[in-house]
């Protein structure tokens, strides 16, 4: 009996101290058995100790104490912890190659093209930023034409962008040009100031286009509101030279032959008709002529009289018979603007139907 009292005493002082040992047991194994990571919990991401003994901001499983309850738990951070989004604005500018003024290879907003024309019509322009100290220059193609544009110091509004545009598609221009004339070259030329605006220059701006289509007496026209306005004229062939204050398209027209009927001078003819055995030829054309102007030339020869009908075979070529006098013939050649240089013929009709032919040549 006295040993069973003593069995029963021990188990009541090792039983307690069991349990707590498997208590203990189990959590270490639970602690070992979990990720190494640092701690946070599902009522939001915090600060704790992880399961491998570091003390940090949790992004995946471990124990610790929270942020937010402060108790100490079992979290999982992917799936509490929130996300921060970052929005990026991104600015794209358009740049063009600067030209002229003397500064170094670097880019610039081009000014938006005039609206005289269709967006459509320009082609890629070249731009430089004026000066009020020094002046600028900025220079440009446009088809066979090479354009410089330059701007006196002070002309413009410091940090205004000035921009010449070829005319890419001269559709739009050909169906403005006046009766008589023909297309030959075009430019724009436009600018911007820092405020957005396009301010009347203070100033002349120049502007020389070469080509060696443009003619002495060609037209330089600006593109208006109301249509085509004349504001130059070429003293040369090979370049013409303007001055403007606004930013324009401006194109250059060459004079067509007329279509009107000029009445010609007085012809001195003899009534006496030739000689029977008179031999009725050309001998030569002297001289040459241009294409798109009218020259007086003489053709030398025998038997001219009565004001012979002279016609050429080139199409749209005129000439009028301006005297005779039986050796010589003197003609008003108009050659049209378009047709072809080289040599071509002249044929000489007389009254009483005898013809004979002459060559001359073309040149522009």
């Not at 004339?181 to 502007?207: E, F, H, K």
């Not at 504001?231 to 027209?253: E, H, K, L, Y």
């Not at 030739?274 to 053709?299: D, E, K, Q, Y």
Request: hydrophobic share 35%.
């Amino acid at each position: 009996m006295r040993i069973l009292s003593m069995v029963s005493a021990h188990r009541k002082r090792v039983l307690p101290g069991l349990v707590a040992l498997a208590l203990l047991a189990g959590l270490i194994v639970s602690v070992v058995a979990s990720n190494n990571a640092h701690a946070d919990y599902y009522s939001g991401c915090g600060y704790g100790y992880g399961s491998d003994g570091s003390f940090g901001y949790g992004s995946s499983f471990g124990y610790g104490y929270g942020l937010n309850g402060g108790g100490f738990a079992y979290g999982n951070g992917y799936q509490v912890c929130p996300t921060t989004t970052t929005t990026t604005t991104t600015t794209t500018t358009t740049t063009t190659p600067v030209s002229g003024g003397g500064g170094g290879s670097t880019t610039v907003v081009s000014a938006p093209p005039p609206s005289g024309l269709p967006t459509s019509s320009y082609g890629v322009p070249v731009s430089v930023v004026a000066s009020s100290t020094v002046s600028t220059s900025v220079s440009q193609t446009s088809g066979t034409a090479s354009v410089t544009v330059s701007v006196p110091a002070g002309a413009l509004p410091a940090g205004t962008t000035v921009s010449v545009y070829p005319v890419t598609q001269s559709a739009a221009l050909t169906a403005l040009v006046p009766t008589g004339q023909s297309y030959v070259a075009s430019i724009a030329v436009s600018w911007q100031a820092p405020d957005g605006t396009s301010p009347t220059a203070t100033a002349p701006i120049t502007m020389t286009i070469s080509d060696p289509t443009i003619k002495a007496g060609d037209t330089v026209y600006e593109i208006t509101s109301s249509g085509l306005k004349a504001v130059g004229t070429a003293s040369a062939d090979g370049s013409v030279t303007i001055t403007f204050t606004n930013d324009p398209v401006f194109v250059v027209t060459a004079a067509t032959a007329t279509t009107t009927t000029t009445t010609l001078p007085p012809t001195t003819t003899t009534t006496v008709p030739p000689h029977p055995f008179c031999w009725f030829h050309a001998i030569r054309f002297n001289g040459v002529v241009l294409v798109g102007r009218s020259v007086t030339r003489t053709i030398t020869g025998q038997c001219f009289y009565a004001q012979p009908r002279v016609t050429s075979d080139e199409p749209g070529t005129r000439i009028g018979v301006l005297h005779d006098n039986g050796r010589v013939l003197v003609v008003r050649v108009t050659v049209r603007a378009g047709s072809q240089p080289g040599w071509h013929t002249l044929t000489i009709r007389e009254p009483n139907g005898k013809t004979c032919k002459v060559n001359y040549l073309v040149k522009k």
